[in-house]
Structure formats: structure tokens, C-alpha cells
């Protein structure tokens, strides 16, 4: 069905002009059908509001179709509740096999503390690993706490718990190897998931080992357009394989560096001290090493869009300084960019700034302990970024956080922490605004199709609404798809039941 003509319906351009009707051939939009040819499939939308397809500017997607299969804690609300969904998961496996799961979250639980090692014992002697929400650390049981190569003195010993590195370079390597066969078809798995959600676009942080060994051979099953920026980042960097990629492979249109780490693990760089546990935080590898610049140069030169991780108010400083000499049109950005000083709005604006509205309302929780009255509300401000003219592209981090888009919505409309709490609401943002951060102005920073909104010679890629996300006030209700439709295809939703 690649030539359509859609009609009853009001679509949200993203220019902030509006149609009410909209024509489709050979998966592009276009002014009108030409006379002569067939007639196109017609389909009466009901009056419902249509917008471009949603991308998403910063996801893991290897990793997070991995985490998909484990399984989900994040609907736990305490330690013993975090434990019984555990226990029913251990019904469905083999007795040694391994139980992974993700997504727990013990800031808004009573006492703030996980489950203990005497807990995990409840669940029997297999391994068992739990990734707490932020990735930055993960609980294990006594089984696997026997097993790992921890040194004497860390607390994990006590707690089964293991933070940053303990998680990434002592846990992750003991992990038992997944196929690239099943993370594929992890990955085919995701597409009509991500679909039923209104996603149309993803940018994706991969490895080049899980592009070319996972993503690429099932990139076309997926109906999303893809592009990807790579988190190879030891120097000097190999770039000159990308040149010679196949075009029909999802585009590879950057790089990625790290210059500090997170909040929650206070981990941040910071201009002053954290509040209530002291510290700068860290500079982390490039950034550490002063290779920044270096890196940037040959980013750069091989044509492509340098992306560098900076949440505390030191690092994005330092990110911009790195990346305002970087041509327009190479579209560097800057990821996360959390805690943002008054004094840096301006500058920033000459920038494209790649953010988590979902994770300002995750951090807002405990933001004013941490940071103190005035920081806390720097963080990820929204309204002052797009009156400074910043260039916003919204993304999720999934699965950093979850990656449904009304989430992203909510939190960028309502300005509210994730537990629903106001926080600093005069840096909400509009409708029109949010929107477009998740629609064209994505598309734009990722360098993917889509960019001039559902006008003629753009990419068929939209979504039809149930309810309206124009004009939704972030608290009832939230709109969903009710068709999705990628390069003129519908991918999602029953035409039939519109009418
Ligand atoms: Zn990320």
C-alpha cells in the first residue's frame, strides 16, 4: 500500500502549520496525485491528529532489545516486592539457569535500600543478576557473589552489591555470552513493539563488533529508519572501515565520547562540590587523559559528527569548548547535558543538545539534596535552553530509562520529577515545542529523513492519534497510535477501525 490518500484529519505539520489531508506515493508525501495514475488507497482518518513519526536521538538498541528479554523490575515498589517478582520468574527456568533481570529502582522505595544477600537467598543457589535502572550498578546473589573476582575490601562482599566498575569490568565479563542469533532476533522483536509506540526513527549507540555482527544483517526487518553513532573510542580511532559500508546499511554518522559520568552515582563533574556527599565527581577517559581535542580532530576529518556525554555543569562547559569549533554541518551535539549554569545558555544554543527529559525527572527527585536550591533548578532547563535558541533533540537513553515517548512527553510538558512531584515547572516547555524536539528537531541532530516535517518530498513516516498530543496536558490520559505508517507502509494499527 505505497500510494495512499489520507483525509478527515488534522495534520500537525511541524512548521506549526496544519493540513487536512494528506497524499502519499511510493513512500514519500507529496502535493497531490497526479492525473493518470491509479487511484490511491483512501482512507478517512476521523478527524484524528496526525504528526511526523517520532525518532528517538539517543537509545542503546543492542543492548536494550537484550534487556527486553530479562526480566523487568521496574514495576517493584520495595525490596520484598522487588524479591517476589523475582521468585515468580524462577518458575519458568531450569534450576541452574541464570536469572537476569533489570529496571529496579530503590530511590522511592521505603528505607532507599535493595533487597539484602540474606533476601536473594529466598530465591534458591542459581546465579542471579539484577541491573539497577541506571545500569550504573547491579545486585547479585551469594552463588555469583562466590564466583566474581571482587578485591578484599569492597562493600559488595556485604551487600551483593556492585557499583560502576565493579558492575561493568568484574560482573559483565561473567556473564554467560549471548548468540548473535538470539540478539537478533531480539532485535526483529522490537520493531512492531517500538512501532505500536508511534517510533518511526531511532539513533542507536552500538559497538562496531554488535553493528556489523547484530544490527546490520537484521536492519532491514526492522521499519525504522536508523542512525548510528559509535562508541569505539580508544585512540587513534579506526573510522575508515565506515567509508566503505554498504548504503543500504543503517547510516553510521558519528562518534561518541565520555567525558564524565552520572548524577545518581554522583559521578557528574561539577563546577563546585556535590551538596550532601562532597566531591567534583570525575573526568572520565578522553576527557581524563586530555585527548578531547585530539579525538574531536579526527572525528571530524573523517567527515563525521563528534557526540560527547556531559551531565555535571563542568563537563558540558567543557563539551561545548571542545565542540563550538566544529562546523554547522557536521552536527555535533552534546549528549545528556544535564546541569546547565546560566552563562552557558547562550553559547550552548550555537550547539545541538541531545537530551532525556525522563531522566532531568528521574535526577529532580533527589536533585535538591544533592545540589543544592539554586543547581537543582539547572537542571536540563528546558524553557531557558529554547529561549536561548538552543537546537533540541529529545531522546530516552533506553534502556537507560523506558522508552515509551509519552514518558519523554509528560516530563517535558509538566516539568514534574518522575514521581509526579512539581520541580521547577517555569522550565516546562509547550506542546508545539516538545513535539518538535521529538519529531523534526531529532531528525535534524541525527542527521536521519523527516526533517521538514509532512510536507511534499519528505518521508511518508506518521502517526495517527487517539487523542491529541498537541494539545494533552501531560497528566490525564496520554494519547496513543492509533496507525503508524513508515515510508508509506502501515506498520501499526487497523485502517479498518477508524472510521
Ligand atoms: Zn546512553
Redesign the pocket.
Known amino acids: 500500500m505505497r500510494s495512499m490518500h489520507l483525509r478527515n484529519l488534522r495534520a500537525w505539520v511541524g512548521d506549526g502549520s496544519w493540513k487536512d489531508a494528506l497524499w502519499v506515493s511510493d513512500g514519500l508525501l507529496i502535493d497531490h496525485v497526479e492525473a493518470g495514475r491509479t487511484s490511491p488507497v483512501e482512507l478517512d482518518l476521523g478527524g484524528r491528529v496526525v504528526t511526523p513519526g517520532l525518532i528517538d536521538a539517543?537509545?542503546?538498541l543492542v543492548m536494550g532489545a537484550q534487556f527486553r528479554r530479562g526480566i523487568d523490575l521496574s514495576s517493584a515498589h520495595c525490596a520484598l516486592d522487588m524479591v517476589e517478582l523475582l521468585q515468580r520468574a524462577c518458575v519458568d527456568l531450569d534450576d541452574d539457569a541464570w536469572l537476569i533481570s533489570h529496571g529496579w529502582d530503590e530511590t522511592a522505595w521505603p528505607g532507599s535500600a535493595p533487597p539484602t544477600l540474606e533476601d536473594m537467598s529466598l530465591l534458591g543457589p542459581r546465579p542471579i543478576v539484577c541491573w539497577r535502572c541506571d545500569l550504573h550498578a547491579a545486585l547479585v546473589n551469594q552463588t555469583l557473589l562466590d564466583r566474581l573476582e571482587l578485591p578484599a575490601g569492597s562493600p559488595a562482599h556485604a551487600t551483593g552489591l556492585l557499583v560502576e566498575d565493579e558492575a561493568w569490568e568484574v560482573l559483565m565479563p561473567a556473564l554467560p555470552q549471548v548468540s548473535p542469533e538470539e540478539v537478533r532476533s531480539a532485535l526483529v522483536d522490537c520493531g512492531p513493539w517500538l512501532n505500536a509506540m508511534g517510533i518511526t526513527g531511532l539513533r542507536t549507540?552500538e559497538y562496531r563488533r554488535e553493528l556489523e555482527s547484530m544490527l546490520d544483517p537484521v536492519a532491514d526487518n526492522l521499519n525504522l529508519r536508523l542512525a548510528v553513532t559509535m562508541l569505539d573510542r580508544t585512540l587513534p580511532l579506526d573510522l575508515e572501515w565506515i567509508r566503505s559500508r554498504d548504503v543500504g546499511l543503517p547510516t553510521v554518522i558519528g562518534c561518541k565520547a565520555f567525558f564524565d559520568g552520572t548524577l545518581g552515582s554522583r559521578t557528574a563533574r561539577l563546577a563546585s562540590p556535590y551538596v550532601d556527599r562532597g566531591g567534583l565527581g570525575r573526568w572520565v577517559e578522553l576527557a581524563l587523559e586530555d585527548q578531547d581535542e585530539a579525538w574531536r580532530d579526527a572525528v571530524v576529518q573523517a567527515g563525521l559528527a563528534p557526540s560527547v556525554?556531559a551531565i555535571g555543569d563542568a563537563a558540558v562547559g567543557r563539551a561545548r569548548r571542545v565542540l563550538e569549533s566544529v562546523p554547522d554541518d557536521r552536527r555535533a551535539t552534546i549528549?545528556h547535558a544535564e546541569l546547565v549554569p546560566e552563562d552557558e545558555l547562550a553559547a550552548l544554543a550555537r550547539l545541538r543538545l541531545s537530551v532525556q527529559p525522563v531522566h532531568r525527572a528521574e535526577d529532580a527527585r533527589g536533585a535538591k539534596d544533592m545540589l543544592g536550591e539554586h543547581r537543582a533548578g539547572r537542571l536540563l532547563p528546558l524553557r531557558s535552553l529554547q529561549q536561548a535558541g538552543a537546537r533540541l533533540a529529545f531522546g530516552t537513553?533506553w534502556p537507560?530509562t523506558q522508552i515509551d515517548p509519552m514518558r519523554t512527553l509528560r516530563a517535558a510538558l509538566t516539568g514534574e520529577t518522575i514521581d509526579g512531584v512539581a520541580f521547577h515547572s517555569e522550565e516546562a516547555i509547550d506542546n508545539h515545542s516538545a513535539l518538535y524536539a521529538m519529531t523534526l528537531g531529532a531528525a535534524e541532530a541525527v542527521s536521519l529523513p523527516g526533517q521538514g516535517g509532512l510536507i511534499s518530498g519528505e518521508v511518508a513516516d506518521l502517526v495517527v492519534w487517539e487523542g491529541d498530543p498537541l494539545s494533552w496536558d501531560g497528566l490525564s490520559e496520554a494519547p496513543r497510535p492509533a496507525l503508524v505508517i513508515v515510508g508509506g507502509t502501515i506498520v501499526f494499527g487497523d485502517p479498518d477501525a477508524l472510521a
Open positions: 539517543h537509545v542503546h549507540m556525554h549528549e537513553d537507560v
